[in-house]
């Protein structure tokens, strides 16, 4: 017999992951096109299947707010962004718009709930802004708890985020380099001795990289989840990771996520 999943985690590259809990869908930061004003993508895109309950937003910045990845969603798509956001998506069409800040708690559906979390990370959108916070989200439903963060730096309240499932841990970005604000594979794990999840799944990564640069970004494009597992074994050897490529899933089927 062939047991259904009573959750999901389905990964569509870059910061975009479909988490399927207690029957609603909760869509995270989606990029569903090709290109995104530099940056292009390295693999054919992939799309939800299923409708989109509600979609959460974790900070401005064009790869993570794109417009016309929205669009393709619907003007009628509900979406929780962070505060300061919402005037700008509203005059893009959006009229289902909720803005939160750490510490609020939404509900998606009967049984199903996002609560946003500080991220540390820039708000500021370039070239012209506006600027609102960062955020990452932890989604509740159906006996499981998802934490989402978004991007970030490592920060001591993580320590308060638990329990945990599956964390969605970024650990990379889309250039050969990092700047402030963002978890590398070493830094991601260190996350994971403060978060204790269950599970971790590495996201932002493998996904978007800046035009012409390609022939450079071989390695900033396959390794840092595989760098980042090496790390979680040594310092949270307690913590399952799992490896998702771009268009797979994890999946709980009533007693293990696999």
């Given at each position: 017999?062939?047991?259904?999943?009573?959750?999901?985690?389905?990964?569509?590259g870059?910061?975009?992951?479909?988490?399927?809990?207690?029957?609603?869908?909760?869509?995270?930061?989606?990029?569903?096109?090709?290109?995104?004003?530099?940056?292009?993508?390295?693999?054919?895109?992939?799309?939800?299947?299923?409708?989109?309950?509600?979609?959460?937003?974790?900070?401005?910045?064009?790869?993570?707010?794109?417009?016309?990845?929205?669009?393709?969603?619907?003007?009628?798509t509900?979406?929780?962004?962070?505060?300061?956001?919402?005037?700008?998506?509203?005059?893009?069409?959006?009229?289902?718009?909720?803005?939160?800040?750490?510490?609020?708690?939404?509900?998606?559906?009967?049984?199903?709930s996002?609560?946003?979390?500080?991220?540390?990370?820039?708000?500021?959108?370039?070239?012209?802004?506006?600027?609102?916070?960062?955020?990452?989200?932890?989604?509740?439903?159906?006996?499981?708890?998802?934490?989402?963060?978004?991007?970030?730096d490592?920060?001591?309240?993580?320590?308060?985020?638990?329990?945990?499932?599956?964390?969605?841990?970024?650990?990379?970005?889309?250039?050969?380099?990092?700047?402030?604000?963002?978890?590398?594979?070493?830094?991601?794990?260190?996350?994971?001795?403060?978060?204790?999840?269950?599970?971790?799944?590495?996201?932002?990564?493998?996904?978007?990289?800046?035009?012409?640069?390609?022939?450079r970004?071989?390695?900033?494009?396959?390794?840092?989840?595989?760098?980042?597992?090496?790390?979680?074994?040594?310092l949270?050897?307690?913590?399952?990771?799992?490896?998702?490529?771009?268009?797979?899933?994890?999946?709980?089927?009533?007693?293990?996520?696999?």
């Amino acid at each position: 017999m062939i047991c259904e999943p009573t959750a999901c985690i389905r990964f569509y590259g870059h910061a975009t992951a479909l988490i399927e809990l207690g029957g609603a869908a909760v869509l995270t930061d989606p990029v569903l096109r090709g290109r995104v004003a530099h940056l292009r993508r390295r693999r054919p895109h992939h799309h939800p299947e299923r409708t989109t309950d509600t979609v959460i937003i974790s900070h401005i910045h064009q790869d993570h707010l794109d417009r016309p990845s929205l669009e393709r969603l619907g003007r009628d798509t509900r979406l929780i962004v962070p505060l300061g956001a919402g005037r700008l998506v509203r005059r893009w069409g959006f009229h289902r718009v909720d803005e939160a800040a750490p510490g609020d708690l939404l509900t998606v559906a009967e049984g199903v709930s996002v609560r946003a979390t500080h991220a540390e990370h820039s708000g500021f959108r370039p070239p012209l802004g506006p600027r609102a916070l960062c955020l990452g989200y932890v989604v509740t439903g159906g006996g499981h708890r998802v934490y989402f963060a978004g991007d970030t730096d490592l920060f001591p309240e993580m320590a308060a985020l638990g329990p945990v499932d599956v964390a969605l841990l970024p650990v990379w970005g889309w250039g050969p380099n990092l700047g402030p604000g963002h978890l590398d594979p070493l830094e991601a794990a260190r996350a994971l001795t403060l978060i204790r999840p269950a599970v971790a799944v590495p996201i932002h990564w493998g996904s978007l990289y800046p035009l012409g640069l390609h022939g450079r970004m071989h390695h900033h494009l396959i390794h840092p989840p595989h760098t980042f597992a090496r790390h979680a074994r040594e310092l949270a050897p307690a913590v399952d990771i799992r490896v998702v490529p771009v268009g797979g899933a994890l999946c709980h089927d009533g007693e293990r996520w696999g």
